[in-house]
């Protein structure tokens, strides 16, 4: 590094390095975050790595459904006896579960695709979790199958092909209604918009 904002003694570099491009964090923010630490208590910085260290055992993903859950143990909605397993909410990402459940009206289980399909990045269906869909719409005896896709063109092709796939079943497959801002993804929107887009879901096709 001939030039640049080599001014820092290495091992804080790489630091500030491995913050920056963090969702949000630029260089400066980065650069902040890291000559905070420096100050920091020995015991709260130990605390922290063990933390990170660790992160990989403790926030894990539920095995039934894909949700965050905690010690590689079902997420708390797969181990809750009051959920609805006869329905099941299907979403791109687990960030999208805390939005459906912050607006307090879905009761079923859920379960989290990887992504949507997307030829333009090479995102196919053997790269989503669709065989295990499959598989728990048979165990679970599931009525109704919600696809609480993006309203996108890639979101609305999966629904389409996820749709495809579950043709002939006895069972509803609803999708969400419109009222979500087009193109955004439902993680962004508000509670109340998803709960009415939840509410008033219509049938797929
Ligand atoms: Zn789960």
């Known amino acids: 590094m001939a030039h640049g904002h080599n001014q820092y003694p290495e ?20 650069e902040r975050i890291a000559l905070a630490m420096v100050k920091w208590q020995p015991g709260k910085l130990e605390h922290l790595g063990e933390m990170l260290r660790n992160l990989p ?31 099941i909410c299907v979403v791109e990402d687990f960030s999208q579960i805390l939005s459906i459940e912050n607006s307090a009206f879905y009761k079923g289980v859920y379960h989290v695709l990887g992504g949507k399909l997307s ?7 053997g790269m989503l979790k669709i065989d295990s869909l499959l598989q728990r719409i048979e165990t679970l005896k599931v009525k109704e199958v919600i696809l609480a896709l993006s309203q996108d063109v890639e979101g609305q092709a999966t629904a389409v ?25 439902i993680s962004y ?15 797929l096709n």
């Open 11 to 30: 091992m804080l570099e790489e630091i500030i390095d491995a913050f920056k491009g963090l969702p949000g964090i630029g260089r400066r923010t980065s």
């Open 57 to 87: 055992k403790t926030v894990t993903f539920c095995p039934e459904c894909g949700n965050l859950a905690a010690h590689s143990k079902l997420c708390s909605i797969c181990a809750s006896s009051s959920r609805d397993r006869n329905i």
């Open 119 to 125: 030829p333009l990045e090479n995102k196919h269906a």
């Open 161 to 185: 092909y996820i749709g495809g796939l579950l043709k002939g079943r006895e069972l509803k497959i609803t999708r969400l209604a419109r009222g979500l801002p087009a193109g955004s993804d």
């Open 189 to 203: 929107a508000d509670s109340a918009t998803i709960g009415a887009a939840l509410n008033g879901r219509i049938p």
